[in-house]
């Protein structure tokens, strides 16, 4: 688990290999990942964008920017926390992520970036 705070926004990541929707085989490796943003500003805040750096451990990057999370854009009270989980697949069995979300102040609709800690998405077999 990795967590970072940015303006008042804290993010954490827990990360799962998924083998049941892996196919090593056919270099398919499939990670879960869980992200908590919680709010401890004083200040209403809504995610408006995310962008992804996606690396595989054969030195493939990959960029993947878009609207929301999940389909949504969630509005984050203070002391409140929205959580969701998404997934990544990767061409190899290791690799990491990092990225940011673009969110707004509601108060003021001043735009900021949070910084999404870089994780790594590693195959169970590859930790023992």
């Avoid at 869980?34 to 451990?57: A, C, G, P």
Wanted: with cysteine; hydrophobic share 35%; net charge negative.
């Amino acid at each position: 688990m990795v967590t970072t705070i940015t303006e008042g926004v804290k993010i954490t990541v827990e990360t799962q290999y998924q083998p049941e929707y892996s196919n090593p085989a056919n270099e398919h490796f499939m990670f879960a990942y869980r992200i908590s943003i919680e709010n401890l500003s004083s200040y209403t805040v809504q995610l408006m964008r995310r962008h992804w750096h996606i690396f595989d451990s054969n030195s493939t990057r990959r960029e993947v920017e878009g609207e929301g999370v999940v389909g949504i854009q969630p509005v984050i009270e203070p002391g409140q926390t929205h959580e969701y989980v998404s997934g990544c697949n990767l061409k190899t069995d290791m690799g990491s992520m990092k990225g940011e979300y673009q969110m707004v102040r509601l108060l003021d609709n001043t735009t900021f970036n949070v910084q999404i800690p870089e994780f790594y998405l590693v195959a169970s077999y590859k930790l023992n």
